[in-house]
């Protein structure tokens, strides 16, 4: 009898145990990531390729500035690519493999700069540090523009020449997303992104102004 109590008291205490290793292992482990993928039917423009489609707010890292190597390049008086989409705090190079001299700069709130002109071969390199649009343009050939959007994190994607995104690896939550473009009003929508599950969303922006990224 003495050994049957004995062993029922481990057994009911080895279930308790189990029970809180589960529990204080659920509460620990983060939100599985998923996904928002979706199309974007642009309005009024030949192609849907190029809208900047992003998160407005989400939870970030201590390492959330990208260490990526970004080049924003300069060939056949062209700034490739046109739409450029980064995080705050990224590194940007500007070489010149062109032809010919340029001088890059920008008059933008997010950030002004001018590196006054250089030639084929050389390069120059930017940090930006405030989120928002950055429109670039060389003095010298006034044809040629791109646009810098400088992002606070880095849940965004942008269009295929069939209006398509993804944005992988999102935390399960809340959040807005809007999109950009140039020549497009900005679309927004509010979406619940599940665990483990992406979410599809579709846009239909409008032609027209193009609004800010933040408020």
Not at 122 to 148: L, W, Y
Not at 165 to 194: C, D, M
Request: net charge positive; charged share 20%.
């Amino acid at each position: 009898m003495v050994i049957y109590r004995h062993a029922n008291n481990f057994r009911r205490a080895s279930i308790i145990l189990g029970v809180a290793f589960i529990l204080i292992w659920a509460l620990a482990a983060p939100s599985q990531a998923a996904g928002i993928k979706g199309r974007v039917i642009a309005q009024g423009l030949r192609s849907a390729k190029g809208i900047l489609v992003y998160v407005v707010e989400a939870p970030i890292s201590s390492s959330a500035v990208s260490e990526t190597a970004y080049v924003l390049d300069q060939r056949e008086l062209t700034f490739i690519p046109h739409i450029f989409p980064i995080t705050v705090g990224s590194k940007v190079e500007f070489p010149n493999n062109d032809k010919v001299a340029h001088n890059v700069f920008s008059l933008s709130r997010a950030k002004e700069f001018n590196f006054g002109s250089y030639e084929p071969g050389q390069s120059k390199t930017e940090v930006f540090n405030k989120p928002g649009v950055v429109d670039m343009r060389c003095d010298v050939h006034q044809e040629m523009n791109a646009f810098i959007l400088v992002l606070k994190n880095p849940y965004f994607a942008v269009t295929d020449k069939e209006g398509r995104f993804s944005i992988p690896n999102l935390p399960a939550g809340s959040y807005q997303v809007k999109t950009w473009h140039e020549k497009l009003r900005s679309a927004r929508q509010k979406v619940t992104v599940p665990e483990n599950n992406d979410v599809s969303i579709q846009f239909k922006p409008k032609r027209g102004s193009a609004g800010v990224l933040y408020r």
